[in-house]
């Protein structure tokens, strides 16, 4: 039956572009995103050296910027502040700012100062 | 001479950190450093742990951080020889804090009336306070902020 090796082949060869397509698609959406990774409160005392590092960040390019808050137990109003310079200079280049893994008291906080109607704000779980 | 009188006279206050508590209260002297906002967290939460206040520690905690960082800032004028007195206690299931700078107070009526804009990189000192603590008020001369809160 020739006619289910051809068929065979052809499926082959669909599912293998696919996944190739899937690939690209991901290696897409990796170089167009950034994850910074604070991992220390985001207060006055640490605000300097965590602003030098989002800068370095930043100059690799990426319209994405994920924020993880994995470990980060308290931000104050410069902290918030770095956030919110951050989102509106990517906003301004087309980018957003996504902010991952914040906790609940952090999250009630930006609620409470609306900053969840400006960038995407995600729970930890 | 009268420069020389006062250098001497502030001299080593730029190191102060002096903590102590009471059966329901704690009070620090501070130098005006960030470094002692941290070091005045950690005694804060070690109290509000005593008392077993963990519930209400993330609240009091943001306050206390932004209320002795516009003490330094605009009161002591980022002079770290300027002294904070920061005081918390838990008084007829009332918490009150206090903080109290060195410098020449400010217009704080004007400065709680005025929203802040939530797009802005600044200024939300204020308004973190006012989400936590239902009553926000400074002393007349504008260099004590009294903050209160209802404990349940």
Known sequence: MPWLHVELGQAIIIIIVRKGDRLMEKAKKEAEQRVFRPGEDIVAPTVDGLRKKLLNLMEGGGKELVVDLTGVQMIDSVGIGLLVATHNSLHKTGGRLVVTNASKDICDLFKAMRLDQHFELRMSE | ?152
């Open chain 2, 1 to 152: 001479m009268l420069r020389h009188i006062v250098r001497h006279i502030v001299k080593g206050r730029d190191n102060v950190f002096k903590a102590s508590r009471r059966p329901n209260g704690l009070d620090i002297s501070l130098s005006s450093t960030l470094e002692n906002i941290d070091r005045a967290d950690k005694n804060t939460k070690g109290f509000l742990h005593g008392m077993g206040l963990e519930a209400e520690a993330f609240a009091i905690r943001v306050a206390m951080r932004e209320g002795i960082l516009n003490a330094i800032r605009h009161g002591s004028c980022g002079d770290r020889n300027r002294i904070i007195r920061y005081s918390l206690r838990l008084e007829n299931n009332s918490l009150i804090m206090e903080i109290e700078d060195e410098g020449s107070g400010f217009d704080w009526r004007t400065s709680l009336e005025n929203k802040h804009l939530s797009n802005s990189g600044s200024g939300r000192g204020l308004s973190i306070m006012k989400a936590y603590f239902a009553d926000v008020t400074f002393n007349d001369k504008g260099n004590k902020l009294i903050l209160r809160k209802k404990i349940s």
